[in-house]
């Protein structure tokens, strides 16, 4: 029995799993929450490498990612929230079921996708390539299914963390920094854009007839 | 002997008599041909041909009955035993009470249909296997159009005719492909020759379309709910129980027998077809008022569930694992027989409880367990078996079925592999619905208060009839109990179909244990759990009276200290309020359901109405687009008409010339 | 002597379950009511309030049937049954090969029909609320644990629940599939057992009861053995959870006495631990409405087909 792998493994599911929590969700604090719960197993998830595959610069990643992802963002997140008065709940163009039963589709394609190709790989390498696709296909659908800024901010950042996820499975991958740094630039100019365009999502929600929508049933 | 008995019927229709005439003798003809079949599978079942100088003159009519026929006659005949005595029965009640109209039309034909069903099993040619498909299709029909005082029977009737006629050209184009350019249309010929490896799979596809058609495959089933319960009772319980039970066995035939080696997707193909039809099936049971029309759905669940198990035999079969592939099939027998029984006892009580109440809306029944105890019961018994529960019949093909699906890490594909557990899915959800379906069905016709005063003045019907339900009723649980005696009967049709058998023989296992070799070790015993639940049941009774109070009073129900006045007993659940929290759940998509809560203000003395709107899907997405498109070439030829001469002679001439330059490229 | 060994064995079960059954519901309240501050009632006190329903008289409305008054004992049956199939302490039992873990949900799934039907029986709108809802909470419920059974039975190549106790102690290491099967069962198990988030077994509020409203009409020693019942399948949902996942302390085939009475001590700790866990994740999270329920549980329907689905992608399958 191979713990590090199983440990890899496990930490990869967890990062998935918080993929399904964040299209769960209907309050937009929750997917905050979901979101840095996302990013510690990623960080925890980097760290790990790091120590199984003896490179030093995984530890660098498994910092930022803590740092940047699972307190600056979403601390930034959460004040903008508060401070803009943005609207609360997640606002879905798809009912919860209907994205649920569309994420294990997407995760069914990926894992048909990647097992044939893969097949004289490493079982570790497929399985991160697995989880990894999967993690981007579900942010991608987060950030289709979910019409508040906020929510595609956050799809769009797991869509990075499966990136990220799939640069660090794959030993002697170069540039893993950059490409963080890279990203959180791009985030953090997202971030922006939302102060920007929160004027046009007020004068959305203040449409009376929205209002009436967010009662609380869903129907 | 079918034909004496119909020629009887037609002859003695005005005699009094004629009834228990027709149902006698073909009932006693039915029963002589179960204990052949049960004869001949226990003694092995041996290949039997016979050759009729029937037919077209150059064409002889094959006949032949093996192991595989043998089953199906089985199924037919014990069906349509009980049929006979539960017909009489109805026939009598209905000339006692005067309602429900002529059932003279029925009379003649009954045998017909039932002799149709049994000549598809034995049909060695194609050319005997269209004529009584079709034989059986027609009298079905006529079966259908008997009652045609009640209004919605034209249509249902002209659906049917139209599906069927389509059926029947797709098995025809089947075994156009099958016998190929060779042209002998025996079954023989035909194994002799498998056909191409394209010809095979257009076979298959068509095989699935024009057999998936009669036995309401979705989106092919739109006919099936509407005809079935047009019916009389036990027609309709025949047609929902024995008819789409040919339709399996010509699926059987065609994809175990004549196409030869067959390839990984046709498996795939039935296992997402079957997969679609038992979660569609039980959800459009679900959001149904209608009794008999809610059973009608139940068959295209169960049949959904049998083409999963074909399915699964086929992608075994072809994965050259034929000991996991006889375990599915040995499922697809199992359920078919278990399904022909349940669903004829279920429409036979809904066939008592139409003619006790006259009714079939389940939100005018209610309460029928005080006046029909014996028809309750037995209903009772029906539920749970359809509704796949231990110890009776519907879990053991359920259990078979599961272990055939644990067996999926066992194929070499990998959209299989995973394919497979979407569908075990599916088969799980179709499975727990359908109890949801039959607590509704159960708890709003037999529980609770009378909605109706036809259901509260209800009486339980005559012996005929119960007895009827009686004999399927014990069937289910005799089977649920002690499968495997059935499935020894069944193993010669399995090893016919797939070159294993179920079970193995080196190892020593008693009749009354379940323990399919290939089912990694597994198994279930129904009787220990009888015995054991029973058991566990008598010591609680014996110390519950012992220590406990044992006073009983009686009083009115807690209904937050309202008590409903009203007769019609509005402030219980019905079946459609029952249905509510499913129907949210799942038919908001699928079915664009909504309910329209109609709220009087405070004050007003109306009542407050809840009405539920849905559409069919299949309607929808397939075949409004095909009438739409129907309609628009009809349109178009409609424009031919007023051709002149000169341009109906340029039609003609390239059609002649497109003719000859196809004859010529074929030529080649 | 084997044989006889494992009839004894069995015999020992049945008495557990039934006996134990209270002592863990007793246990989890107590918790519970530490957990918020009160000192609660003792954990004897489930036994106390059992037998004084069995002397109270029983209540019937007019028109029950003879279903409605033979329905608990036939749920009871069923349940004690279920959880006597379930190895607790050790897997030589008796009855083992009579029933698989398919057969198992399904021996659940007839108490469940059955008690929803009586609910229906009396006519009231209280039980047509619950039947209703629980046959809804069900259809996600049934197929999600069957989906779990799938996980595990094509890891350990066995569905007879004694069997795979043995396998998963020798370890199949950690699995994603696993995690993702444990997770789903959990959250069936909380709904099946009618517990705070899916529904709250301390209310009688038509609004969030399920479970209550379906029993509403019973009373005596008919509500006795319903409520019996119930303590027997959170029971039976612990020392399933214990079985399949956290094997160790269970007699194997061909272990002593001793290893027995090893077997009891460790399922007694397991049991404990249990309900702490389910009493902090009761006090710790808000219930939900009723109509959340069909998307947690067809959340954990989906997380068991994703369980199921990455079976194939890790090794050795």
Known sequence: MDIGYDAAHMLGAVVLLMSFALLYQRRIFSVITVFTFQALALATAAAWQGYAQGEPHLYVTALLTLVLKAIAIPLALHRIILRLNIQRTVDAALSVGLTMVAGVSLVTLSILLVLPVTTDAATLTREGLALSLSVVLLGLLMMITRRNAVSQVVGFMSIENGLIFAAIGVAGMPLIVEMMVAFSVMVAFIIFGIFLFQIRERFDTLDLQKIDSYRGESR | MFLVAAAAGVALRRLSHAPLLVYGVTGAVCSLLVLWAVLRLAGGAGVEQAVLPLGLPWMAAHLRVDALSAVFLLVVNLAGATACLFGWGYDRAHAAHGHGGDQGPVLPVFPLFLAGMNLVPVADDAFVFLVSWEFMSLASWLLVLATHREEETPRAARLYLIMASFGTVCLLLVFGLLAGAHGDYSFDAIRAQPPAPWAAGLAVVLVMV??????????????????????????????????????????????????????????????????????????????????????????????????????????????????????????????????????????????????????????????????????????????????????????????????????????????????????????????????????????????????????????????????????????????????????????????????????????????????????????????????????????????????????????????????????????????????????????????????????????????????????DPAWEWVFVPVVRSVERLADWLNGLQFLTIRRYLMLMFFALVTLLAIVAVVQR | MTAIQAVFLQLVQIGLVLAAAPLLTGWVRWVKARLVGRRGPSVLQPYRDLLRLLRKEVVLAHNASWLFRSVPYLMFAALWLAAALVPTFTTQLALAPTADLIALIALLGLARFYLALAGMDVGTSFGGIGASREMMIAAFAEPAMLMVVFSVAILVRTTSLAEIAVTMTDGVGLRVSLALALISLLMVAIAENARIPVDNPATHLELTMVHEAMVLEYSGRHLALIEAAAMMKLLLYVSLIACVFVPWGIALPGSSGAAALGGLITFAAKLAAGGVALAVFETWIAKMRVFRVGEFLGGALLLSLLGAIFLYVSRGV
């Open chain 2, 210 to 615: 024009g057999a998936g058609s009669k036995a309401g495959l979705v989106p092919l089933h739109v006919w099936l709910p509407l005809a079935h319960p047009a019916a009389p009772s036990h027609v309709s319980a025949l047609m929902s129980g024995v008819m789409t039970k040919i339709a399996v066995y010509a699926m059987i035939r065609v994809l175990f027998d004549l196409v030869g080696e067959p390839a990984w997707w046709w498996g795939g193909l039935l296992l997402a077809a079957g997969a679609l039809t038992a979660v569609m099936g039980v959800l459009y049971a679900l959001m149904q008022d209608d009794l008999k029309r809610l059973l009608a759905y139940s068959t295209v669940e169960n049949i959904g569930a049998i083409v999963i198990a074909l399915g699964l035999a086929l992608v075994f079969k072809a994965g050259h694992t034929p000991v996991i592939a006889a375990l599915a099939l040995s499922a697809a027998l199992l359920h078919v027989i278990n399904h022909s029984l349940f669903k004829s006892l279920l429409f036979y009580g809904a066939g008592a409880v139409l003619s006790a109440t006259g009714t079939r809306d389940l939100n005018r029944l209610g309460g029928l367990i005080h006046a029909m105890p014996t028809t309750a019961f037995l209903v009772l018994v029906g539920c749970t078996a359809i509704a796949a529960l231990p110890p009776l019949n519907g879990f053991v093909g359920e259990w078979l079925l599961f272990q055939a699906i644990l067996n999926a890490p066992a194929l070499p594909e990998w959209e299989l592999k995973i394919g497979i557990a979407v569908v075990g899915a599916a088969l799980a959800l179709s499975t727990a619905l359908a109890g949801a379906c039959f607590v509704r069905l159960f708890g709003t016709a037999f529980l609770g208060r009378p909605r109706s005063p036809e259901a509260a003045g209800a009486h339980d019907v005559g012996s005929a009839m119960r007895l009827g339900m009686t004999v399927p009723a014990v069937l289910c649980v005799l089977i649920g109990v002690l499968p495997t005696p059935l499935l020894r009967l069944f193993e010669p049709a399995i090893r016919l179909m797939v070159e294993a058998g179920p079970f193995d023989d080196r190892a020593y296992q008693p009749w009354f244990w379940l323990a399919p070799t290939s089912a990694i070790g597994n198994s279930y015993n129904g009787l220990v759990m009888l015995v054991v639940i029973a058991g566990l049941g008598i010591v609680l009774v014996a110390g519950i009276h012992r220590w406990a109070s044992a006073r009983v009073r009686r009083s009115i129900p807690w209904g937050c200290g309202f008590t409903d006045p009203d007769p019609a007993a509005l402030s219980q659940y019905s079946a459609s309020s029952f249905a509510q929290p499913i129907r949210r759940a799942f038919g908001t998509t699928v079915f664009a359901a909504r309910d329209l809560v109609e709220m009087p203000e405070p004050g007003d003395t109306r009542p407050a109405r809840l009405t539920v709107s849905w559409r």
